[in-house]
């Protein structure tokens, strides 16, 4: 009788301290769950990929989400398709009159990237964490110096070619298929004469693969028409960076008399996120 | 070596200049019909091997600029777009101007979609996709149900999911049928359903959400929209052979709209399909246990699916409707019809090892009965965050006849008439205000009567039961009457401390039986005689009524789920019985029974549940009468009229883990439960007939039990493998012959099934199950252990379109069986699919096995028995949409 409290008892302290240690902290990124989208194109393509990151580069774990680029004639639109699925699920329980979780359940790219061919601009809204707002900010559309190689491998069924970038403190490996002449793909990632249907940094933390391409299903690219946290690139960037290594300070700033309760624990100054951006400079 | 391969080209791009000049090539691309064409890709290739040497996107006037570093004398410029004919022009390396007219064209995409993912979640629902688990075969949505990691669907059809039974099934978020779930997953089409959703920690009634979190979970089917407010039927003919012509039609018609939803089903068949499965609830909770006091003697039914041995005659008619009214209350009317003969065949020889020596008790019965049922239901429903009301108004009746003939030393027939009427009546409150408080008020109460009259001939023990003389027939005649009543009063969030509720709750339980039984004679000469002592006869009327006060603490937390129960019970008992006008119980006492558990998120996979109860049980009637009653041919039962009690304990933890992604679920626990009781129920063996008795000894016992399963899906050939094992130990005390014996017991339960699809026309399926028990009496040795196994494969081939061939095999095998220790049974099925009518053609038990086997060995019994099972049979059966 003895022996089985203990052993019990051991079981459970072993598995406590597990999750609390391997467990990074993570804030899932909030739902929109009301407004409405208005229309900025139709998509001719839509190429859906899957995002692979590692938040924590000293953990082995890797997060996984499903993320899209439209490509439209004027616009393209790189999203989350899991954010937007639980978006269109939260609008239509809150229009129902339900109360709904204003987090999106697990991990999901936070960013959701335009990039405005005629006008040469990039915007991007990015989630932070529940409760608080999403940040807008505006920029110009990078410019990336590639160089082409020789190598090839067949993503798809498509043959592709090697092409390298260094970018913003990442080197990497992209994969296009000449064969598509279309010059985009993941993140902001462009220029290339032809499709970009894999991208991975040499480190392996960040990795883009193509896992769908369908043509023109008239689908719609949407842009949701919310009270946004305008900013700049600069200050958006040093924002997030706050909200990843002072949670608890970021979140004050926006709700001065709040408190947090993330996974069950009360947010206070001791915690902080793992924070790996894609750009890292 | 490639880096330098890279680094030897960029060199080269950059020291162009100084190799060869660099050109600049600049020129504009317009349709024929002159319009600029706006990204268009230009790209200067080698000639050579076509590497690409520079390349450019036009702009809005469709104007580009090319710079190429390279000392090749030649170009080839290549244009192209999604929407231009690619247009390649050879040049010489120069800066120069070069125009391109292209031909419109759309550039046909080779499309590859995105695999839809099977399952995916959102916060406590897991969505199925059920087009990706569906196979060719699979007819119904209790097919695919069955292969859904961590969904579970027994031979019963009852569903659980991650180990634990579901608590709703809902269609389209509506509960039409009352936990009577087998319509809906034997009937709806696997075709109609679009998504299988798992709602976790589901509370049906959304005004307790917050003040009682419940950890099981609900099912809810989402039709595809085409199936939505469109009315279905389909038909089913069969016609089949076994040693005469068999039957198997069906009928169904649904109609699942947002306001309201019908099924209707009308079934008969003769060839072993067990519809009443589908006529179960498997929610539902009665407040009236069984009345019936006596039994006809069947053989032991084989542990085998329920068609291989099922002799029947079956007509059965349900009709389910749901119509949801203007205030979002939902109105529920649904009606059963039942009628069904079945024929049992089998035997059984039993050793019991008594102190005195062996006794063996052998007999073989053959038996028929034909039942008849009629359930109705009306149930009102308002179901809102705030207030919840639910009225379910229930009845039911049923009425049987069985008739039995038993070989053993000498030929008995035995039969029985049974009558059954009961009405029951559920009402539930809630409501639920400001800041979480409310109150909750649940009244049940229920009345049944179930006369029954058990007959035996010739008649038997007449030197225990007639003073020796001999007789015709032993006639018990039963008349048990039942009234229920049950009210619960509770407080929602009371109070509310440290992020913890008190629902202080308060409840009245009452129940009245009369119980009025008569042994009699019928003598050779014709005459009934009810039998002269008064020993043999029951004329009680048994009143009990119960009141409580608890408390209820719950804390629902994003993590953590607690709740504690602290109940204080006041019970009363009155019972008094005209036959013993001296005896009788008048008897008040309180008990305290606590209850606990706690579950713990680790993670958003993991969670850990603790639980633990104390409670003391008294005993009901059947546990009380003091008249002797002839329970069945061979078992005379009588007990002491004095209010026993037993307190049980048990303690239990648990783990349970879901990866929805990698569709993994794992879980396990161990158990532990301990009793002690101050009476104890006494075997006294005068072969044939068992005497029972309640005597008042104390005894204790203990039981551990561990348990875990394991279930993964995977994408490649559609696998999904599950595994479990249990294992338990238990210690107890039982009373034979007037003695007080201790045994021990332990059994191992191992079982494994996989399921997949490796290739497009390959599906399959295969089950296996290992059980071993042993036991043993104090301070004598384990007996050897009795070992047994069964396996099932069912294979379908899809060779040629619209075919399919279906192939199974059964094996058993139990180390107890001296002879037929193995079994085996083979079915061989064709499907062939014309236009919209499916044709099935199975042939069942192709190796004409006719008995199952089985045995048992325990502490103080082994018993061995047989069933005759259905014999080879041949079924054509046309299944076709009506409309």
């Known amino acids: 009788m003895q022996t089985l409290y203990r052993w019990a008892l051991a079981c459970l302290l072993a598995m406590l301290g597990q999750s609390l240690m391997a467990q990074s902290l993570y804030l899932p990124p909030r739902t929109i769950y009301s407004g409405s989208q208005q229309t900025l194109d139709t998509a001719s393509y839509m190429i859906t990929y899957t995002f692979r990151i590692k938040l924590n580069p000293k953990e082995a774990k890797v997060s996984e989400d499903l993320v899209a680029l439209q490509v439209g004639k004027r616009y393209t639109r790189f999203y989350s398709l899991a954010l937007a699925q639980t978006d269109s699920a939260a609008v239509a329980a809150v229009s129902a009159g339900k109360r709904v979780y204003r987090g999106h359940q697990g991990f999901a790219m936070r960013e959701d990237i335009y990039q405005d061919l005629r006008a040469q601009t990039l915007f991007t809204t990015y989630r932070t964490m529940a409760m608080a707002p999403i940040l807008y900010y505006e920029d110009v559309l990078p410019s990336f110096a590639w160089s082409i190689g020789t190598e090839q491998k067949t993503i798809l069924g498509y043959p592709c070619t090697e092409a390298r970038l260094n970018y913003r403190g990442r080197e990497y490996t992209a994969w296009f298929a000449p064969s598509l002449p279309i010059p985009y793909g993941p993140w902001t990632f462009a220029g290339l004469p032809g499709l970009i249907l894999e991208i991975e940094d040499t480190k392996g933390e960040v990795q883009f693969t193509a896992v769908g391409i369908v043509g023109d299903r008239q689908e719609p690219i949407r842009f949701w028409d919310i009270g946004y946290h305008k900013s700049t690139p600069a200050k958006a960037k040093m924002l997030i960076k706050k909200m990843h290594k002072q949670p608890y300070a970021f979140f004050r700033t926006f709700m001065p008399n709040g408190m947090i309760g993330a996974d069950g624990e009360v947010l206070t100054d001791r915690h902080s996120l793992a924070y790996n951006p894609i750009e890292l400079e | ?883």
């Open chain 2, 1 to 883: 070596m490639k880096a330098i391969r890279i680094l030897l080209i960029l060199l080269a791009l950059y020291f162009g200049t100084a190799l060869g000049a660099q050109s600049i090539i600049t020129g504009q691309v317009r349709t024929i019909k002159g319009a600029s064409v706006e990204y268009a890709r230009v790209l200067a290739l080698s000639p050579k091997d076509s590497t690409i040497l520079s390349y450019a996107f036009t702009d809005a006037r469709g104007a580009y600029q090319l710079k190429v570093n390279s000392s090749l004398s030649e170009l080839i410029l290549s244009v192209s777009s999604m929407e231009i004919e690619r247009t390649d022009k050879r040049v010489r390396n120069t800066t120069q101007t070069c125009h391109f007219s292209v031909r419109e064209f759309t550039t046909v995409l080779r499309e590859v979609q995105v695999k839809a993912r099977k399952i995916w979640g959102q916060k406590d629902t897991i969505n199925y996709s059920v087009g990706s688990f569906v196979g060719k075969n699979d007819l119904v949505i209790a097919d695919v149900l069955k292969k859904m990691p961590g969904i579970e669907v027994d031979l019963s059809g009852l569903i659980r999911y991650n180990g634990k039974a579901i608590n709703k099934f809902y269609i389209e978020g509506l509960d039409a049928l009352q936990g009577r779930y087998g319509i809906a997953t034997n009937n709806i089409s696997a075709k109609d359903v679009a998504t299988v959703q798992v709602l976790e920690n589901h509370q049906p009634i959304k005004a307790l959400e917050n003040s009682s979190p419940s950890d099981r979970a609900a099912i809810n089917l989402k039709l595809k929209p085409e199936v939505k407010g469109t009315l279905s039927m389909t038909a089913q003919l069969g016609l089949g052979y076994d040693t005469q012509l068999r039957r198997n039609e069906e009928l169904t018609a649904m109609y699942f709209a947002k306001r309201k939803q019908h099924i209707l089903t009308a079934k008969t068949n003769d060839n072993g399909q067990d519809v009443s499965n589908e006529l179960r609830s498997f929610t539902a909770s009665s407040l009236i246990p069984s009345l019936a006091m006596t039994a006809l003697q069947y053989p032991n039914a084989p542990n085998i699916l329920k068609s291989r041995y099922y002799h029947n005659d079956t007509y059965a008619f349900t009709a389910n409707n749901l119509f949801k009214l203007k205030n979002d209350a939902e109105l529920n009317a649904n009606l059963i019809l039942y009628n069904d003969r079945e024929r049992e065949r089998g035997g059984s020889s039993t050793s019991y090892f008594l102190p005195g020596g062996t006794e063996l008790i052998s007999e073989e019965l053959s038996s028929s009965s034909r039942s008849t049922q009629v359930e109705s239901e009306l149930r009102y429903n308002i179901n809102k965050e705030q207030l919840y009301f639910n009225n379910l108004l229930e009845l039911k009746a049923r009425w049987s006849r069985e008739r039995g003939d038993i070989v053993a030393s000498e030929p008995i027939e035995q039969t029985m008439q049974d009558r059954l009427l009961q009405l029951s009546n559920t009402s539930h409150w809630v409501h639920n205000g400001e800041g979480g408080k409310g109150w909750n008020i649940l009244w049940r109460n229920a009345l049944a009567t179930e006369p029954h009259r058990l007959g035996i001939r010739p008649g038997l023990y007449p030197a225990r039961l007639n003073a020796g003389h001999g007789y015709a027939e032993l006639v018990q005649d039963v008349r048990h009457k039942a009234y229920f009543s049950f009210a619960e009063l509770s407080m929602l969030s009371a109070l509310r401390i440290a992020g913890i509720s008190v629902n202080p709750t308060v409840f009245l339980q009452a129940q009245h039986q009369d119980l009025d039984t008569e042994l009699g004679t019928t003598a050779l000469a014709g005459s009934y005689s009810p039998m002269p002592d008064r020993a043999m006869h029951n004329g009680i009327g048994f009143t009990r009524l119960s009141a409580g006060i608890g408390q209820q603490f719950t804390r629902k937390g994003d993590r953590l789920h607690l709740t504690i129960t602290l109940p204080l019970f006041y019970r009363y008992t009155k019972m008094s019985d005209s036959y013993r006008p001296h005896e009788g119980i008048d008897e008040a006492k309180l008990y305290f029974e606590p209850s606990g558990s706690l579950k713990y998120n680790l993670s958003s996979n993991l969670e850990v549940r603790l639980m633990g109860s104390h409670n003391r049980s008294i005993p009901s009637l059947p546990s009380l009468y003091t008249g002797y009653i002839m329970r069945s041919y061979r078992s005379l039962s009588r007990n002491e009229m004095r209010q026993y009690s037993s307190a049980n304990t048990s303690a239990g933890i648990s783990l349970s883990y879901k990866d929805i992604f990698a569709m993994l679920f794992f879980g396990g626990g161990i158990d532990y439960k301990y009793y002690r009781s101050e009476a104890i129920v006494s075997n006294r063996i005068e072969a044939p007939l068992v005497v029972l008795e309640r005597l008042p000894i104390p005894h204790s016992g203990h039981s551990w039990s561990a348990n875990a399963r394991f279930s993964k899906g995977f994408d490649w050939a559609g696998l999904n493998i599950s595994v479990h094992a249990a294992a338990s130990q238990g210690a107890g005390m039982s009373y034979m012959q007037g003695d007080l014996l201790g045994y021990r017991s332990q059994s191992l339960a191992l079982g494994a099934k996989a399921t997949m699809k490796p290739f497009e026309w390959l599906n399959a399926e295969y089950n296996i199950a290992y059980n071993a028990y042993r036991s043993r009496q104090e301070q004598r040795s384990w007996l050897t252990p009795v070992k047994s196994m069964n396996q099932q494969f069912v294979g379908h081939l899809n060779l040629i379109e619209d075919v399919a061939i279906r192939f199974g095999l059964e094996h058993y095998y139990n180390s107890a069986v001296s002879e037929g220790r193995h079994f085996t049974l083979a079915d061989l099925g064709l499907v062939y699919t014309y236009k919209k009518v499916r044709f099935s053609l199975d042939l069942t038990n192709l190796f004409n096995t006719h008995l199952y086997s089985t045995a048992s060995i325990s502490d103080l019994v082994a018993s061995h028995s047989y069933y005759e099972i259905r014999p080879r049979a041949i079924m054509l059966k046309a299944r076709f949409k009506l409309l």
